[in-house]
């Protein structure tokens, strides 16, 4: 929903004083009836309907924790660029289910006083750049497995890129 508004601001629909209270209503409702009503007048693709698979868009470009942490996991597409930002947490970026789309994807990330594992898939080959950043790949990936390049600065905290998860 907030999307559809934001998208109807930057066309021209929507005045910013009519954004912001529109966006009030939307964290006011209680209900899906009440939350329809509140962009019932801007035009839209597929209301309360879920994209099939086809159709699916490529997940947010950007994560930030603060003193926090942060996850992303499961079945996802990742942009070609997505950054994640840690302060005084965690991070947990697992691409083993994700849909890598892309003959590259990078991650830029930032650990400042903070962790962040990196998980891939097996057949994946990491490049990996910065400070702080680490890979620990087993296996060796194909000539033309997909890249996910990973440039990183890690401040009193450490990035780390695996392909398993180690057991406790």
């Known amino acids: 929903m907030l999307v559809r508004l934001h998208t109807a601001f930057a066309e ?16 006011a409702a209680r209900t899906h009836g009440e939350l329809g009503a509140v962009a019932a007048d801007l035009p839209s693709g597929c209301v309360g309907t879920v994209p099939d698979d086809a159709e699916r868009t490529p997940a ?4 930030v924790a603060y003193k926090s942490s942060v996850t992303r996991a499961g079945r996802w597409r990742p942009p070609e660029r997505y950054t994640v930002a840690v302060y005084k947490g965690t991070g947990l970026l697992d691409l083993r289910a994700a849909e890598l789309t892309r003959r590259v994807t990078t991650l830029r990330v930032l650990a400042y006083k903070s962790t962040v594992e ?18 620990e790949v087993h296996a060796a990936p194909p000539a033309d497995a997909p890249v996910v ?3 990183g600065y890690a401040y009193k905290g450490s990035i780390q890129a695996k392909d398993r998860i180690r057991r406790a």
């Open 60 to 63: 947010g470009r950007f994560q």
């Open 149 to 151: 390049h990973i440039r």
């Open 12 to 27: 021209g629909r929507l005045s910013e004083p009519e954004l912001d209270e529109r966006i009030d209503l939307v964290l």
């Open 118 to 135: 990196i998980i891939v898939p097996p057949g994946v080959r990491v490049e990996a750049d910065g400070v702080g950043v680490s890979a």
